[in-house]
């Protein structure tokens, strides 16, 4: 760009901010229409990643009988309530499949300052990558390790002790008989695991007594599989000793062909689930609930058979977080659809007024330009100054959009599990957003710019105003 | 070769009668004074050897170039780079100081620089203290000024000057005559002056009546 364009860009933006009413305006009714799409992106953005954060190697979500899309929000994303909770002994029978590769128990019910407490084994901050700052992961009923985000704002440090309230809201029944006690700090992940408070399973157990167990029949239990050491080892899962299955040849090969990783049929699987349910374990934990169990499988084909034999054959749930999410996006974005339809026609509104803008700048400043050529500029040069100043209205009618957008990301009343990280980076929409506000920009400038083109210099100077 | 030749020129605006205007030319170090009551004229005689008409007939030549068969652009170039116009009314680029008018017209031309020039030009129209100023802020004697100052922004070969001395009174327009004959003799400026302002017609031997 040589200098004669830069001083044209320059006189653009003088001629813009002597009128700044009117450039106010201009510019204002086009960030409008730029910050309401640019808000759907940053909503949009911000979902895709924390569901990718906060999903990250959970294959399916077993939990009580109700919406798939309830159970997903509640145990995966800690945003709704639970659809209620399933006895543990169940789970464990699911857990036995040896197409399951890990199973994390989660049991929920409590919150500190509205901020969700967590029974959940170490596997489970451990499945998000979380690292701890300082301390250590909950060890001991009681324990709790809490995100970054609740130590923020809570201030609560190390050794710090504190009692959880009854449900979800910071007002409730409070249970101040039981004092969780900080063992551990983690890092700010930009996850879910930044607003949760991690503490052992037996702990959710040991504060609702009477809601998940029976205290006094769980230390009276005889274990035959392996002596518990501490209270935490109610929370493994036992899932490696059903009965054999090697009296029955087809659940044999049925049994070979999944140790050898072949495929199997829904009818093999359906059948040797049932096998396993109906396996009579003798169960350490008849009077146990858990809330939900998250679930990581060996492959994807076993993922779909176990669902349907869950759904089909036992009064648990099971839900794919993938699909329930893939539900809950496509009914958002018919909001967003809606929204952008709406956006779109603001920023054509704008568009017509930038028109309007110019065409008035354009009729009372005929003289300005008449005057211009007479000095000297060229017809491509009066043009190009009504041209950037379209295109000025416009990237400012954006840039502005992009600003409003996220402060107005900030300012609403935000879902936990969604983070902020990302508002200081342009997103690919916005990007686009920005070629088409500029195209608008110049389309609304081509008519006074071909005008001003077009001046009769000697008619401008000598007409009567 | 004249400095500027005025040859067989006719202009009609459309339906009003044709206007025929005797040939004149002016020789490198003279000025004109064109004088003649209102509606005789004057201002489109000089937009026509502005090039801000096009004649129906007959060549404006400056220094042998024929203005009326510019194309646009090069009419363009040729007006910013060697004419200075002053107009009957004070026209100015609206919502920049009058000092950016100044620049302005250096920079349509293509003179990135020249404030030295500007500043003495400002010095001797005596409208320093005014250059920050919005043109709307400025008297109508004050406009002139600046319109003469911008004239001569860009060291024009000829200035056309349209009643310019209207606006100012007895003391600015000898200024105005002395700052004439100064930029002829140090930048070979001619100027060609419409005006019914007899004050000036003391000052100039050549006359082109209308």
């Known amino acids: 760009m040589n200098y004669q364009h830069m001083y044209i860009l320059k006189l653009a933006i003088q001629k813009l901010r002597s009128r700044p009413g009117s450039t106010f305006f201009s510019v204002l009714l086009f960030a409008i229409g730029c910050s309401i799409i640019s808000l759907i992106i940053i909503a949009e953005k911000n979902l895709q990643q924390s569901v990718e954060r906060n999903f990250s190697g959970i294959d399916l979500v077993v939990g009580a009988k109700g919406s798939p899309l309830q159970l997903i929000l509640s145990s995966v994303l800690h945003a709704d309530y639970p659809t209620g909770n399933i006895p543990l002994a169940q789970a464990e029978q699911i857990t036995r499949n040896p197409l399951v590769k890990k199973a994390i128990p989660l049991a929920l019910g409590d919150n500190y300052r509205g901020f969700r407490i967590v029974g959940a084994p170490v596997d489970y901050p451990l499945l998000y990558d979380a690292q701890l700052t300082e301390g250590s992961w909950h060890n001991q009923v009681l324990d709790a390790v809490v995100g970054a985000n609740i130590q923020r704002s809570t201030g609560l440090q190390l050794g710090d002790q504190f009692y959880g309230v009854h449900g979800f809201r910071e007002t409730g029944h409070a249970h101040p008989e039981f004092l969780y006690t900080v063992t551990g700090i983690m890092e700010r992940s930009g996850g879910i695991m930044d607003n949760l408070i991690i503490t052992p399973v037996e702990s959710v157990w040991k504060v609702h007594g009477d809601h998940y167990h029976d205290d006094h029949q769980h230390d009276d239990h005889k274990h035959d599989h392996h002596p518990h050491n501490n209270d935490l080892d109610h929370a493994h899962l036992h899932n490696n000793d059903p009965q054999n299955p090697n009296e029955d040849p087809q659940l044999l090969e049925i049994k070979e062909k999944i140790e050898a990783g072949e495929d199997i049929s829904f009818e093999e699987m359906q059948l040797y689930q049932e096998f396993l349910l109906q396996s009579e374990t003798p169960s350490v934990h008849a009077d146990l609930e858990i809330t939900a169990m998250l679930l990581q499988f060996r492959s994807p084909a076993g993922m779909i058979q176990l669902t349907r034999t869950i759904n089909e054959s036992t009064r648990l749930q099971a839900a794919s977080p993938a699909l329930e999410i893939n539900r809950l996006m496509s009914l958002t974005s018919t909001g967003f659809d809606l929204l952008s339809v709406l956006a779109w026609i603001i920023i054509i509104i704008s568009g017509v007024n930038i028109f309007i803008h110019l065409w008035n700048v354009l009729r009372q400043e005929m003289q300005d330009i008449a005057l211009m050529r007479v000095m000297g500029a060229g017809r491509a040069t009066v043009f190009m100054l009504l041209l950037w100043q379209g295109i000025i209205l416009a990237a400012a009618g954006w840039l502005a959009g992009t600003i409003l957008a996220r402060l107005v990301w900030l300012l609403l009343p935000s879902f936990h599990f969604m983070t902020h990280t990302s508002l200081m980076m342009l997103f690919a929409g916005e990007a686009t957003l920005l070629i088409f506000a500029l195209i608008t920009g110049i389309i609304a400038s081509l008519i006074p710019a071909w005008n001003a083109y077009n001046t009769d210099v000697h008619y401008s100077l000598t007409r009567k105003q | ?210």
């Open chain 2, 1 to 210: 070769m004249e400095h500027i030749n005025v040859k067989s020129l006719v202009f009609e605006y459309p339906g009003e009668k044709e206007l025929s205007f005797a040939d004149f030319s002016l020789n490198a170090g003279e000025n004109l004074l064109i004088s003649g009551n209102s509606g005789s004229g004057k201002t489109t005689l000089l937009h026509l050897m502005a090039g801000l008409l096009t004649p129906e007939k007959g060549s404006v030549c400056y220094t042998g170039k024929d203005i009326s068969i510019m194309d646009p652009g090069e009419l363009d170039r040729f007006r910013g780079e060697h004419i200075g116009m002053i107009f009957q009314k004070h026209y100015f680029i609206n919502g920049i100081s009058v000092l950016e008018n100044l620049k302005a017209a250096r920079r349509f031309a293509g003179n990135k620089n020249g404030h030295a020039w500007l500043t003495t030009l400002m010095e001797q129209l005596e409208i320093t203290h005014l250059t920050h100023k919005k043109p709307h802020q400025l008297s109508e004697g004050e406009q002139q000024r600046f319109s003469i100052a911008r004239a001569l922004a860009n060291e024009p070969g000829w200035v056309l000057a349209d009643e310019p001395t209207s606006s100012i009174d007895d003391r600015r327009c000898e200024q105005f005559v002395k700052l004439i004959n100064q930029s002829l003799s140090d930048k070979k400026t001619s100027w060609i002056i419409a005006t019914h302002d007899q004050r000036l017609k003391q000052y100039f031997n050549n006359i082109y009546p209308l």
